[in-house]
């Protein structure tokens, strides 16, 4: 069975949101809410600051919280871990919104929890999720993190990499790429 992730290499991402509108066209997400987001933090103190620009969106987590307090079994994981919600079987209680610390999950208008998928249907075809298809630099990439000769397990044992937020106990699988081992 595979574990799904993505990386995302944050020194090639230049922040365009060609990834956010390929998302939300995809997607049908409706108008002032969003599946995914730019993030940029800045590291570090004067004058010796790094600035990570990043696409972030649902973890599809490990250990998802989402998931265990979901009291009607709509928010679930999928094959490959992918995180899910089945909307005939959601009632837009939010407790899986409250509880996620990314702040990845919102209320559709139709009534049930949204959020990235991965482009599920996509990847079922063969198909890389929308936004890792339009990004200009292909700072994303999406593959099985169980598969040590993926891509993108080559790309996290040989890069400095780091999940958001590891210490709420979600186990992440996005990694964030910051440069190669030896810098
Ligand atoms: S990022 Fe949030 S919505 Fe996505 S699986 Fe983790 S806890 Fe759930
Ligand atoms: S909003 Fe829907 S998916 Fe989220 S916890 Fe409530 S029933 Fe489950």
């Known amino acids: 069975m595979a574990r799904y992730g993505m990386a995302i290499d944050?020194?090639?991402?230049?922040?365009?949101?060609?990834?956010?509108?390929?998302?939300k066209t995809e997607n049908n997400v409706p108008e002032g809410l969003n599946r995914?987001?730019?993030?940029?933090?800045?590291?570090?103190?004067f004058p010796n600051l790094t600035m990570e620009i990043r696409s972030e969106r649902c973890n599809h987590c490990t250990n998802a919280p989402c998931v265990s307090c979901c009291?009607?079994?709509?928010?679930?994981?999928?094959?490959?871990?992918?995180v899910l919600v089945h909307h005939d079987l959601c009632t837009g209680c939010k407790a899986c919104v409250a509880s996620c610390p990314y702040d990845a999950r919102f209320i559709n208008p139709e009534g049930y929890?949204?959020?990235?998928?991965f482009c599920v249907h996509r990847v079922e075809e063969g198909k890389d999720p929308a936004c890792?298809?339009?990004?200009?630099?292909?700072?994303?990439?999406?593959?099985?993190?169980?598969d040590?000769?993926?891509?993108?397990?080559?790309?996290?044992?040989?890069?400095?990499?780091h999940t958001n937020l590891p210490e709420a106990g979600t186990i992440p699988n996005i990694y964030y790429l910051i440069g190669d081992n030896n810098d």
Not at 10 to 23: F, H, I
Not at 36 to 45: A, F, M, R, S, Y
């Open 113 to 117: 929890a949204d959020k990235c998928t």
């Open 36 to 45: 995914d987001w730019i993030q940029t933090i800045v590291n570090g103190e």
């Open 148 to 161: 040590p000769n993926s891509e993108i397990s080559k790309l996290v044992k040989s890069k400095n990499n």
């Open 71 to 82: 009291p009607t079994g709509a928010s679930h994981y999928h094959d490959g871990g992918i």
């Open 132 to 146: 890792v298809s339009v990004c200009p630099t292909y700072c994303m990439t999406l593959g099985d993190l169980d």
């Open 10 to 23: 944050t020194t090639k991402c230049v922040g365009c949101m060609d990834c956010v509108v390929a998302c």
